[in-house]
């Protein structure tokens, strides 16, 4: 299959009526995970990649994306590739070249004007070259803590987009990065209201505290795009804590990163079905490969 563009796949979770989940790689072991997990699950995703991931392998983004690219091309189902929270418009434009069809310009923590400028300059760009832009309006809170004080006004974020003319809109509802639990408690009134003022798609961070029935909430409330992260790495980080605990002694790093890879997967398709609302089967090269 060839590789799919963000915007399509945006497009057609819209039109769908469900959601399409954005998923976060770091190490090639997820974009393998994520890729296989789209597979098994007959879902479409996009495989997301943050400038601090991108940070840790140099900066460049070429090589993982080279890597998500190639998967992407010999996956049977729609792979999309986007940069994730991007703090500088010169890394969208590398993303872009690399191969990425969509950006996330963050520059939700500066004040509003500065905002509106960077995005609106973000997203002329990404229109001339074909590619999506999110941007975000109110923050979603910081790495590491709860702090879900940060709130979308809904009549700035319609203004927000009639201003920049971005293509969709992280918001603020009550969602909080980096959470280890799903405790979030969602504000699904302020989700409404924002809906009724912005007419382009939504997009929901932080999912990884939110409980599924508010995810499922959210998407039948107007969210389309669903980042999830930090599920990922939680259930990466207990398969390898597992695998080396039970053998001190172990070296070879396919034994603690194959377990991994399978969790990142496991918890992958749980996410699709969820997100996607499909069901989620088995598939025979998917038993074939547990028992090898
Ligand atoms: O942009 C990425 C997401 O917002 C991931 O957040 O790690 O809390 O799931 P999470
Ligand atoms: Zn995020």
Not at 76 to 81: G, I, Q, R
Not at 144 to 151: E, K, L, V
Not at 244 to 273: K, V
């Amino acid at each position: 299959m060839t590789i799919a563009r963000t915007a399509d796949l945006v497009q057609r979770a819209q039109e769908l009526r469900t959601g399409i989940a954005a998923l976060n790689v770091i190490q090639l072991e997820h974009a393998e995970a994520i890729v296989r997990a789209a597979e098994c699950s007959g879902a479409p995703v996009i495989l997301q990649v943050s400038e601090n991931a991108l940070l840790y392998h140099s900066g460049d983004p070429v090589p993982i994306a080279a890597a998500c690219l190639a998967l992407a091309r010999r996956s049977s189902m729609p792979v999309a590739l986007h940069l994730d929270h991007a703090t500088s418009f010169s890394l969208c434009r590398s993303a872009i070249e690399a191969g990425f069809s969509s950006y996330m310009i963050d520059a939700s923590s500066a004040d509003y004007e500065t905002n509106v400028q960077l995005t609106r300059e973000a997203a002329q760009w990404g229109r001339e070259q074909g590619a999506w832009t999110e941007a975000e309006l109110g923050e979603v809170g910081g790495k590491g803590a709860h702090a879900p004080g940060a709130r979308t006004d809904p009549a700035e974020a319609g203004r927000f987009v009639e201003e920049t003319k971005v293509d969709g809109l992280a918001i603020a509802i009550g969602s909080s990065h980096a959470m280890a639990t799903q405790s979030a408690n969602l504000d699904l009134r302020l989700l409404e209201s924002i809906r009724g003022e912005v007419n382009v798609p939504l997009v929901l961070h932080g999912t990884s505290g939110v409980p599924d029935d508010s995810v499922r909430d959210a998407i039948s409330l107007g969210i389309t795009k669903v980042n999830v992260s930090t599920q990922l790495n939680k259930a990466m980080s207990s398969a390898i804590r597992l695998e080396l605990a039970r053998d001190p002694d172990l070296i070879d790093p396919r034994r603690y990163l194959g377990p991994a890879r399978d969790a990142i997967e496991g918890q992958a398709r749980h996410l699709l079905g969820l997100i996607n609302q499909v069901h989620v089967r088995e598939t025979p090269d998917m038993k074939e490969r547990k028992t090898q």
